[in-house]
């Protein structure tokens, strides 16, 4: 299911309890803490001399990464949406 077809069924629904809410907030938010350190390791690791291979690794890393950060995204977006 699509982040709009949660966010439009979780409308249609009731809000996410306020204790829920909360702590999945400060979840997201650790989350996001520990992405961002990944992401300007994965940055400062890409910048090294790697061999190909390194390379590939690194680049999997980076792009993990940032998919993270966007899920990320969406569920705070829905914890504003719906609480």
């Known amino acids: ?6 966010k439009t069924e979780m409308a249609t629904n009731q809000k996410i309890p306020s204790e829920i809410s909360v702590e999945m907030r400060r979840l997201a938010h650790d989350l996001s803490n520990s992405i961002e350190t990944i992401m300007q390791a994965s940055y400062l690791l890409t910048m ?18 940032r998919d993270a950060a966007r899920i990320n995204r969406e569920i705070r977006e829905i914890l504003r949406s719906n609480s």
């Open 1 to 6: 299911m699509s982040t709009q077809g949660v």
């Open 48 to 65: 090294s001399k790697l061999d190909d291979t390194s390379q590939k690794w690194a680049g999997l890393i980076d792009t993990a990464c």
